[in-house]
């Protein structure tokens, strides 16, 4: 939220469960699915590096929302898409492909200087749009929108 994509990339990959379970020896030592964010990670004595309270309430929601919102940059509100990145500056490029009812909008981020943060065009359907958003639409057509930080 800060526009520190390269922190907030570092910190995503540390909560990601997994990264603590990439080798046989680190899934013996994580202890717990690999799939399920864990609300803690034992830092001490001979349960150091074990995760704890995997399914708890809310956590995975929370994951999701700090890679999808606050990462990548996309954000929903009353019904209108905003593109707001902070990625780690070594990322050129990245897509996602969201469905809003029968609407599909493929939305390609380039990052040619190597930025954090900062929207500098927003083009939607061949067309730049100054306010950097668009209202969705549930029409069932496909939507270009093209976003250069």
Not at 22 to 44: L, S
Not at 49 to 73: D, N, P
Request: a positive charge.
């Amino acid at each position: 939220m800060l526009g520190f994509g390269d922190k907030a990339a570092e910190f995503f990959r540390i909560l990601n469960p997994i990264e603590h379970t990439r080798t046989k020896q680190a899934a013996q030592k994580y202890k717990v699915e690999p799939y399920v964010i864990a609300a803690d990670i034992y830092g001490a004595g001979n349960l150091a590096g074990h995760g704890g309270w995997t399914w708890y309430t809310g956590a995975s929601s929370w994951i999701y929302k700090a890679g999808v919102e606050y990462i990548l940059g996309l954000k929903i509100q009353n019904k209108t898409l905003k593109i707001e990145p902070s990625i780690p500056k070594e990322w050129k490029e990245y897509k996602i492909r969201y469905k809003y009812g029968s609407s599909i909008y493929n939305i390609k981020i380039k990052n040619p200087n190597g930025k954090n943060t900062g929207v500098e065009k927003f083009i939607f359907n061949g067309q730049e749009i100054e306010e950097k958003q668009v209202k969705l639409r549930d029409d069932g057509k496909i939507n270009e929108i093209e976003v250069i930080i």
